[in-house]
């Protein structure tokens, strides 16, 4: 694999009359110290796919197989973030046991899911 990811960089490089690795600038780390910070960004995340288009519901949310939220949530259906999604860090966040975590997790979701409804709830569809 070593060849062909350098020989499709050496290519894509001199395509486009760049240097570096091809995705050296892509990905961003941040710390988050700040519990409400963390909350949103857990929300932003997993309501992505909603406000992208690629589904129309929180209940189609848990089907998708490119979010981690169907894992998040128990949906053992769309367990595809078992392999590397850990679910009580983000949980906790939540509530003290799993089942009030999740209820309170999905009321916080809701408030921030885009449309009409949302004006009234109150919720974000960016991220602070």
Same mark, same amino acid.
């Given at each position: 694999m070593r060849p062909v990811?350098?020989?499709?960089a050496q290519y894509y490089n001199k395509k486009y009359k760049r240097r570096g690795?091809? !995705?050296?600038d892509r990905f961003k780390s941040t710390l988050c110290? $700040?519990?409400?910070?963390?909350e949103e960004l857990i929300r932003y995340i997993h309501l992505n796919p909603?406000?992208?288009g690629k589904v129309k519901s929180?209940?189609?949310l848990k089907t !998708?197989?490119?979010c981690g939220h169907g894992f998040?949530?128990? $949906?053992?259906?769309?367990a595809y973030g078992e392999q590397f999604q850990n679910r009580e860090e983000p949980l906790r966040r939540f509530g003290e046991n799993e089942t009030d975590a999740i209820k309170a997790y999905l009321q916080y979701l809701a408030q921030g899911c885009p449309g009409e409804d949302?004006?009234?709830a109150g919720g974000l569809t960016q991220p602070v």
């Open positions: 990811n350098s020989g499709y690795y091809l !995705f050296q110290q $700040d519990q409400d910070y963390a909603l406000r992208a929180l209940d189609q !998708f197989a490119w998040l949530i128990g $949906d053992v259906k769309n949302n004006k009234k």
